[in-house]
């Protein structure tokens, strides 16, 4: 009897998947005050397209680039107000796929960082890894530039892990990404217990 084949994400070439060609500037959901999508009390944003298809993926909807409602001023300032509350750590990017979705994350994180410097974080998730990051479009770079914490790696279902911290397969690795960019070479957080 045949073996059933594994079926694993797609696998992009260096700068195939450009978010001008892609996004739509659509996101697929936005979560305040919460405590699951990175450390301390999160704001998160998903923006909808990714083109990865982990199979498994837990947020298979927001593959879709025009899912969900287009981003807009209204949304940002919302966001932006509900991180000056004093309790909120940070802001969170996750999808679909940050990466391709750079006009959207650029634009918050710059209005972040002119409002609170860096008195909060920015995490992002994406199915890129830091080494195909290094590869990437100048877009995806200088998002990479600005943000904190990246958890990188396809969720390959292979290497599920439920008892992971923040991630949920143990091939996806998160990454100090100041510190590795200062280093030029991957610095895990810190505060990784498992």
């Not at 439920?162 to 923040?166: G, M, R």
């Given at each position: 009897m045949a073996e059933?084949?594994?079926?694993?994400?797609?696998?992009?070439?260096?700068?195939?998947?450009?978010a001008e060609n892609l996004s739509l500037k659509y996101i697929a959901d936005y979560k305040p005050f919460n405590f699951v999508d990175g450390e301390g009390v999160r704001c998160s944003l998903y923006v909808s397209g990714c083109r990865f298809a982990c199979p498994g993926c837990y947020n298979a909807a927001a593959q879709n680039f025009h899912y969900g409602q287009p981003y807009t001023d209204e949304l940002q300032a919302q966001i932006l107000d509900d991180l000056g509350?004093?309790?909120?750590?940070?802001?969170?990017?996750?999808g679909g796929?940050?990466?391709?979705?750079?006009?959207?994350?650029?634009?918050?994180?710059?209005?972040?960082?002119?409002?609170?410097?860096?008195?909060?974080?920015?995490?992002?998730?994406?199915?890129y890894t830091w080494?195909?990051?290094?590869?990437?479009?100048p877009?995806?770079?200088?998002?990479?530039?600005?943000?904190?914490?990246?958890?990188d790696g396809r969720f390959l279902l292979a290497k599920k892990d439920?008892?992971?911290?923040?991630r949920g397969s143990s091939n996806q690795r998160i990454i100090d990404v100041?510190?590795?960019l200062a280093q030029?070479?991957?610095?895990?957080?810190?505060?990784?217990?498992?």
């Open positions: 059933k084949a594994i079926k694993l994400p797609k696998n992009p070439q260096p700068g195939e998947w450009r509350q004093s309790y909120v750590q940070g802001l969170t990017l996750l796929e940050p990466f391709v979705n750079t006009q959207v994350c650029l634009q918050l994180v710059d209005a972040l960082r002119e409002r609170f410097g860096h008195t909060k974080d920015i995490w992002s998730w994406t199915g080494d195909e990051l290094m590869q990437e479009t877009d995806k770079l200088e998002l990479l530039s600005k943000i904190d914490i990246l958890v439920l008892t992971l911290q923040f100041q510190k590795s030029n070479k991957v610095v895990l957080w810190d505060k990784l217990v498992k």
